[in-house]
């Protein structure tokens, strides 16, 4: 009788990985309210109803349609009272009390400042919000703050990092990755991954796996990037971590583990010259001296070694909920562990080697989700 393509709710599995969530997503107007209750309860370190609320907000995010009325949450998982009472507001007064209340509270706004920062978590946030500071400009006024060198950066450059990079900047940064790791490494295999990878158009940093195909390894290679780097005078900031990655080691069974691999966190100085509207000056010469012409961009580089590289590959590109589900179904309906190296089998207690990220799906039983499927 009905035109509509048929849904079925109870069809919607609980788990991200068994359903595909694009960028076009029909409840925004729902998914931004959980959204704002679960960051509200990171702060608190609150991680059960803070899950509660981002696994509602994946699970919108797939419908084909906007909800609206009750009826269309009907049988879909994920949905608890809280996530059902904050639906049925909106439904019918167009917004959410209880997300309006988080938006006005004054822990919740403190923190988002703070936490906007670079280098800056819930723990240093909740430190300097009991030490009674309130906005980022009470914090930059402390003189006696021992801020790290990520964090001193990250105010440096606060106004050029919160400022979302775009696409057209990534794949700009992405030349000058591929360029410099090329010179050391002329067969690497650079990926952009991240939310770029999944099709979105901007992205709080850009994100980039490295890996060379064959046997020769080296442990030196970002180092080498770096140092070039710092040479041509592009290197903000950088925090090279070592690799911890032991071969053979059981996946970790951590749902939100940082993984082992030799990762760089840089902050680099994209030239971008600027369209100035400011006409000419007196002597007819544009007056250049204030003008900025680079913008501070945050990037995530991971070396991994071939083997792990299809792991690597899907874990990094996310989304963050996306993974989390994907381990969640392994270890929950496959009796499997499963993170960004490597996939163990409990049951006949080997590791299920992938080349790409389809045989990973296909090992864990699971329809392939294509990269831009995967923003739940
Ligand atoms: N990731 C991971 N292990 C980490 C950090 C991140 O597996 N220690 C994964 C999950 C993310 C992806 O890598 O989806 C990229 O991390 P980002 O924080 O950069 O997230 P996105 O790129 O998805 O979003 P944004 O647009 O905010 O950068
Ligand atoms: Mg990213």
């Not at 509602?56 to 009907?74: E, G, H, N, T, W």
């Not at 158009?201 to 070039?228: A, M, Q, S």
Request: with cysteine; aromatic share 10%; charged share 30%.
């Amino acid at each position: 009788e009905s035109e509509v393509p048929s849904f079925t709710a109870s069809k919607v599995s609980q788990y991200s990985c068994q359903r595909k969530t694009t960028l076009n997503n029909f409840n925004k107007k729902f998914t931004d309210a959980f959204e704002i209750m679960a960051e509200n309860y990171e702060f608190k370190e609150n991680e059960m109803f803070c899950l509660e609320f981002l696994r509602a907000a994946s699970v919108l995010k797939c419908l084909p349609f906007p909800v609206v009325r009750m009826k269309d949450i009907q049988g879909l998982p994920c949905m608890g009272d809280q996530v059902r009472d904050i639906v049925e507001e909106i439904i019918e007064e167009g917004e959410s009390s209880r997300a309006k209340d988080v938006l006005n509270d004054e822990r919740y706004k403190s923190f988002k400042q703070f936490t906007s920062v670079f280098g800056v978590g819930v723990k240093t946030s909740e430190k300097w919000y009991r030490m009674g500071l309130r906005t980022l400009e009470e914090v930059k006024a402390e003189k006696t703050l021992k801020l790290s060198k990520m964090q001193r950066v990250g105010l440096l450059y606060y106004e050029d990092l919160v400022s979302c990079v775009s696409k057209a900047e990534a794949d700009a940064v992405g030349l000058i990755v591929k360029n410099t790791v090329r010179t050391f490494l002329p067969d690497a295999l650079i990926t952009l991954t991240g939310g770029f990878r999944r099709g979105k158009k901007i992205g709080h940093d850009i994100d980039f796996l490295i890996t060379n195909p064959g046997p020769r390894e080296d442990d030196d290679l970002l180092h080498k990037v770096v140092d070039l780097w710092k040479k041509q005078g592009l290197l903000l900031y950088c925090d090279i971590i070592e690799s911890t990655f032991v071969k053979d080691q059981l996946p970790s069974r951590k749902v939100d583990a940082m993984d082992n691999f030799q990762k760089c966190f840089a902050i680099l100085k994209l030239y971008q010259p600027r369209v100035d509207n400011r006409s000419y000056n007196a002597s007819k010469e544009f007056d250049m001296a204030e003008v900025k012409d680079w913008k501070a961009i945050r990037v995530d580089l991971v070396i991994c070694p071939f083997e792990q590289y299809a792991y690597a590959l899907l874990g990094w590109t996310g989304s963050r909920q996306f993974g989390r589900d994907l381990r969640r179904f392994a270890n929950h309906e496959k009796k499997m562990i499963l993170d960004n190296h490597a996939l163990y089998d409990k049951r006949k207690r080997i590791f299920l080697k992938a080349g790409s990220e389809e045989e990973i799906f296909a090992h864990l039983g699971l329809d392939y989700v294509e990269p831009w499927e995967r923003n739940a």
